[in-house]
């Protein structure tokens, strides 16, 4: 080892000015990802040296999520603008939906089996997203399937427009 710190997400923002009330459950979703994003990430932006902490803005901006790479506040310089397409993402996440709103209505009414296996298609979804995230930043962003599990939510949680 070289004795310098890993990269990480230590900071990171949704952009809410196109956000509609979201319900509970969904908030939820995006206070753990956040918590555990900050908790335990690999993130390395292959463009940038030197700097080893990052602040995250996520947004969505004509079908394209964009991840605005800074500096930690206070500062909050920007680093790197990295844009994605969401156009081969639309059917997981549109997927992903169905799926969680039948997790969600089988927690409140159905018996564990029918919950169990329906959670297990819902982390199955949840994963070649997740995947999915990886491959398409992968010549610009380095990170482990943790991280892009918590960012794959993140944008989920971005396209709910009411």
């Known amino acids: 080892m070289?004795?310098?710190?890993?990269?990480?997400?230590?900071?990171?923002?949704?952009?809410?000015?196109?956000?509609?009330?979201?319900?509970?459950?969904?908030?939820?979703?995006?206070?753990?990802?956040?918590?555990?994003?900050?908790?335990?990430?690999?993130?390395?932006?292959?463009?940038?040296?030197?700097?080893?902490?990052?602040?995250?803005?996520?947004s969505l901006s004509?079908?394209?999520?964009?991840?605005?790479?800074?500096?930690?506040?206070?500062?909050?310089a920007d680093l790197e603008k990295v844009v994605l397409p969401l156009s081969t993402f639309r059917k997981i996440v549109r997927d992903y939906f169905l799926i969680c709103e039948s997790y969600y209505n089988a927690i409140r009414k159905s018996t564990p089996m029918q919950i169990e296996a329906i959670d297990m298609g819902r982390r199955g979804l949840h994963n070649e997203g997740s995947e999915l995230l990886r491959e398409r930043l992968a010549d610009r962003i380095e990170m482990d399937l943790g991280t892009a599990r918590r960012l794959f939510t993140l944008l989920c949680v971005l396209h709910i427009r009411g």
Do not use: Y
């Open 62 to 76: 004509d079908n394209r999520l964009v991840i605005d790479i800074q500096t930690p506040a206070p500062e909050r």
């Open 2 to 58: 070289s004795g310098e710190p890993s990269p990480k997400i230590v900071g990171v923002t949704l952009d809410e000015r196109t956000v509609v009330q979201r319900s509970a459950d969904i908030e939820h979703e995006r206070a753990v990802a956040i918590f555990d994003l900050l908790e335990e990430n690999e993130f390395r932006p292959l463009h940038i040296t030197g700097a080893t902490a990052f602040h995250l803005h996520l």
